[in-house]
């Protein structure tokens, strides 16, 4: 039977089907939004539709775009005032002579005229005397690398090398007619060249002479000084006008109680007037403050120096000393009006240091031309380096003497540079004086052990043999 719901509904349709159509007229706008804005003039209130982003959420990276998320940096906050102009280089230089918590030696005996010939105080340390040690830091003797700044005072040890030097020194000075000794400091690094330069120059301040120093050979050639040709020089020349009036400021500082006592004795055509009666050291301060005049000052002082003595006229020895020689047996960073290298042999200072070592020129009153190479700083030259060669086995009497390669170049300037010329070449420290520096370590405090004989062979031993630098660095600065 079918249900009564199913009528119902068919007679509801049939109602709604019967009614009159009047009904169904129901306004749009009740029932309906329309899908168009009325007519207006006010501006639509609609959002605006999002921006396209440009971040890639996948595939591939596009062309042109970096990958990465971009962080921004934080600006560097200022932390202070930067370094001063030559601030780093003088705190680079830096020199510390005296370590007030080192212990200090009481029985260290004193470097003077005979303390430095006495062959007894061979193996032992001496000290320098204070005025002394204040001429030798004018004319930049002392190196930041040879720890002076460990012990109470400086000294300096006395090994066989340094007795012959202050031998040497001794008879120029007693000579009656002046000679010219030319001398050459090599060696393997750490064997004490610039020390034994330093103490030649600490025996000649001793016996008043006048030193001219160039302590840094590579502080001509790098660059880094003022230069300009020398007018009527041929072939060209150049001056380093900067660096000759600091030279000639070095010279009446540590020079000062020898020049100050000499007086001018010749005429100068210079670009100031001069007092008749100037001391040589006023002389040298006039050419140290203006670096304009300071080569014609350097050429009229020099010439004082050498001036051979007379009855009337004093003049002591003078010593000569470079170091750092290979760095002037090259050419420069210095460039010629035709953009070429510079040879260093082409600068003024260097030329005059040349002549005195190559014999070309000689010291009337005597003197000691003295120069070192360096081999923590040292320019590859094979020049130099055959040079060296051939004088040693000269020296040695051996028949076998190195010839040049006919395949490479070589400059004529540095065999001549360095022709007759004395090499000294240094090697380890004996065992008797490596024990003598090392009980001088234990009296300063440094070494705290027993400088027994099986301490010192051991020690001997690591330092390759007694090199001084190695025996330092493995007595006193090795920590285990």
Same mark, same amino acid.
């Given at each position: ?249 070095? /010279? ?6 020898? $020049? #100050? +006592? &000499? ?6 055509? *210079?670009? =100031? ?75 003024? /200072? ?6 005195? $070592? #190559? +014999? &070309? ?6 003197? *000691?031309? =003295? ?83 099986? $301490? ?25």
């Amino acid at each position: 039977m079918a249900s009564t719901k199913c009528w119902r509904c068919l007679s509801q349709t049939s109602s709604l089907a019967a009614a009159p159509p009047s009904i169904f007229n129901v306004q749009p706008s009740i029932y309906f939004r329309s899908s168009t804005a009325s007519f207006s003039t006010r501006a639509a209130l609609n959002a605006s539709p999002p921006r396209k982003s440009n971040a890639r959420v996948t595939g591939p990276p596009q062309r042109g775009q970096k990958e990465g998320v971009r962080i921004k940096k934080k600006a560097i906050a200022s932390k202070g005032r930067p370094p001063a102009i030559g601030e780093r280089k003088a705190l680079r230089k830096r020199i510390v002579l005296s370590n007030t918590n080192a212990l200090e030696v009481a029985d260290m005996p004193e470097l003077s005229a005979e303390t430095m010939l006495d062959m007894r105080l061979r193996a032992q340390v001496i000290g320098i005397p204070g005025s002394v040690v204040d001429r030798l830091r004018a004319v930049d003797a002392f190196k930041a690398t040879q720890g002076w700044g460990m012990f109470r005072r400086p000294g300096m040890l006395m090994r066989r090398e340094s007795v012959e030097m202050g031998k040497t020194i001794e008879d120029l000075s007693s000579a009656h007619l002046g000679s010219t000794v030319r001398r050459l400091l090599t060696g393997e690094k750490g064997n004490g060249k610039s020390m034994l330069l330093l103490q030649a120059m600490a025996m000649a301040f001793v016996k008043g002479w006048v030193v001219v120093s160039i302590p840094e050979a590579q502080e001509l050639t790098i660059g880094h000084t003022e230069y300009a040709p020398l007018s009527n020089s041929s072939p060209n020349q150049y001056v380093q006008k900067t660096y000759i009036a600091n030279l000639l400021s070095q /010279i009446g500082r540590a020079n000062a109680p020898v $020049l #100050s +006592g &000499l007086k001018l004795s010749q005429k100068h055509t *210079l670009p =100031i007037p001069l007092q008749s009666n100037i001391s040589l050291d006023r002389l040298a301060d006039l050419g140290a403050r203006d670096p304009d005049i300071a080569w014609p000052i350097f050429q009229a002082l020099w010439k004082e120096l050498i001036t051979a003595n007379t009855e009337d006229i004093k003049r002591p020895p003078i010593l000569l000393a470079l170091d750092g020689l290979a760095h002037v047996m090259k050419t420069t960073q210095y460039h010629d009006t035709d953009v070429k290298n510079i040879h260093a042999h082409d600068l003024v /200072i260097v030329k005059h240091f040349m002549d005195y $070592l #190559s +014999g &070309l020129r000689s010291l009337p009153n005597g003197g *000691l031309v =003295i120069a070192a190479t360096s081999k923590s700083n040292n320019p590859k030259i094979p020049s130099l380096e055959l040079a060296l060669s051939q004088m040693e086995a000269r020296g040695s009497g051996n028949n076998e003497v190195p010839q040049r390669d006919p395949f490479q170049n070589f400059d004529d300037r540095v065999f001549q540079s360095l022709e007759g010329v004395q090499v000294t070449k240094l090697q380890g420290l004996t065992k008797e004086e490596a024990r003598g520096l090392m009980e001088y370590y234990a009296k300063s405090g440094v070494l705290r052990q027993t400088v027994s004989e099986a $301490l010192v062979s051991e020690k001997w031993t690591l330092s390759g043999g007694g090199i001084v630098g190695e025996l330092e660095r493995a007595t006193v600065k090795m920590r285990i």
